[in-house]
């Protein structure tokens, strides 16, 4: 059981290991402007139970404060 359980989580770390990052840039937003439109973003897509809605009206409301999405991938 405990073999099992170390599997399951070694390949847990290894797949987020390999996930994408997401960085939103906006040339005239200091670190304070920028965790507060974070921060007012995640709020709107909170009620949403699904991930991909939830990311979507993120994505979207950060795109409306105007800020540019940035993909890093990692493990490629």
């Not at 070694?10 to 290991?17: E, Q, W």
């Not at 840039?25 to 995640?42: L, M, N, P, V």
């Amino acid at each position: 059981m405990k073999t099992s359980l170390l599997i399951i989580l070694a390949a847990g770390l290894t797949l987020s290991a390999c996930a994408n990052t997401h960085a939103y840039r906006k040339s005239d937003a200091d670190e304070a402007q920028t965790a507060a439109d974070i921060d007012a973003c995640r709020k709107q897509a909170n009620p949403f139970s699904s991930r991909e809605e939830a990311k979507e009206v993120f994505d979207k409301c950060m795109a409306a404060r105007g800020y540019d999405k940035e993909v890093v991938r990692y493990g490629y």
